[in-house]
């Protein structure tokens, strides 16, 4: 078998040098080009080493693991024993799903026939894993192997600094309540104009029961002052809101100035992690009639003036 070790070594420089570039990603680094072209060097010469010298220890676990943490020290430095386990840790779970994902799409494609004809034995009893790839399909493997993971941690990243602004929220009315997830938004600055009381916003769906029929789909196209004036004053018996509703001015995102459907509650409570709940009584709750959220992760926007501030003691609140 003949083999070309720059080829050999051209090949892992550019394997190497996608697998830090995904470590840096992964771990929010911004290395320098030049040291992430060096730390692949490195690995790219240990890996042509092989076929030009045959020093057996030099290929061990121990001098793999010291070669790999030389990689990384020439890529992203040191900075302390925490940080460098951190990305060292990152280093090597890219490497294993971004390999692991090229094997695994290389017998995917690979032609039917039995299991039994691509493994073989050594005389120490070990197991070979007999594969070829031609190299273009195993750039495009390798690539879409390493977006997938990064794409995948992104999304795992994204969701984790999310679940941090999603608090538990319980509504209360006449003794009854209504509770949801909602998101914090701090960017919300929406006030009943007559009260100065916070207005935080919920799906109207979860207000069906306590709506007239209807009301609930209507929202979501038809202007609230509208629903109100058809009804005037003759409200369905039994309607407990009747006293409670408002209508709030707020400007849309097409700068026109809408009039939004709200509620005044008994009290709204919020519940974020790790922390107790906190009750407000000066509040309204803005009824929209879509989706917040396509995943349904939160179905409320929270006001941020009904979160306290840490180390801040709950302030009392009065009715709107």
């Given at each position: 078998m003949t083999v070309y070790v720059d080829l050999v070594f051209l090949t892992n420089l550019a394997v190497d040098g996608?697998?830090?570039?995904?470590?840096?990603?992964?771990?929010?680094?911004?290395?320098?080009?030049?040291?992430?072209?060096?730390?692949?060097?490195?690995?790219?010469?240990?890996?042509?080493?092989?076929?030009?010298?045959?020093?057996?220890?030099?290929?061990?676990?121990?001098?793999k693991v010291l070669v790999s943490a030389a990689m990384v020290l020439t890529a992203f430095g040191y900075g302390g024993p925490l940080r460098f386990i951190r990305i060292f840790g990152a280093f090597y779970l890219v490497n294993f799903a971004?390999?692991?994902?090229?094997?695994?799409?290389?017998?995917?494609?690979?032609?039917?026939?039995?299991?039994?004809?691509?493994?073989s034995f050594t005389q120490q009893g070990?197991?070979?894993?007999?594969?070829?790839?031609?190299?273009?399909?195993?750039?495009?493997?390798?690539?879409?192997?390493?977006?997938?993971?990064?794409?995948?941690?992104?999304?795992?990243?994204?969701?984790?600094?999310?679940?941090?602004?999603?608090?538990?929220v319980t509504v209360t009315v006449n003794g009854e309540s209504i509770q949801c997830r909602g998101l914090v938004d701090t960017g919300n600055r929406l006030y009943d104009p007559l009260s100065r009381a916070p207005v935080m916003v919920m799906e109207a769906s979860l207000w069906r029961e306590w709506l007239p029929e209807?009301?609930?789909?209507?929202?979501?196209?038809?202007?609230?002052?509208?629903?109100?004036?058809?009804?005037?004053?003759a409200?369905?018996?039994?309607?407990?809101?009747?006293?409670?509703?408002r209508?709030?001015?707020?400007?849309?995102?097409?700068?026109n100035t809408r009039l939004m459907l709200a509620v005044r509650p008994d009290a709204v409570s919020i519940a974020l992690p790790d922390c107790a709940p906190h009750s407000n009584r000066r509040v309204?709750?803005?009824?929209?009639?879509?989706?917040?959220?396509?995943?349904?992760?939160?179905?409320a926007i929270v006001h941020p003036d009904l979160v306290p501030?840490?180390?801040?003691?709950?302030?009392?609140?009065?009715?709107a």
């Open positions: 996608t697998v830090l570039l995904t470590t840096a990603k992964v771990r929010k680094l911004r290395p320098g080009r030049t040291r992430i072209a060096l730390s692949a060097a490195l690995g790219a010469a240990y890996a042509a080493a092989m076929f030009l010298a045959d020093i057996p220890y030099f290929y061990t676990f121990g001098a971004t390999l692991g994902g090229v094997i695994g799409l290389s017998f995917l494609l690979k032609q039917a026939g039995s299991p039994w004809a691509a493994m070990g197991l070979l894993l007999n594969w070829q790839m031609q190299l273009g399909l195993f750039a495009a493997a390798f690539a879409l192997s390493a977006w997938l993971f990064r794409s995948a941690s992104f999304s795992a990243q994204s969701r984790e600094r999310l679940e941090t602004l999603i608090a538990d209807g009301w609930a789909a209507r929202l979501q196209t038809e202007p609230a002052d509208q629903l109100v004036a058809e009804m005037g004053e409200f369905p018996d039994g309607f407990v809101l009747q006293d409670r509703l209508l709030v001015p707020y400007r849309g995102v097409n700068g309204l709750v803005g009824l929209d009639g879509g989706a917040l959220s396509s995943d349904q992760t939160y179905r501030a840490q180390g801040s003691a709950p302030a009392p609140s009065q009715p």
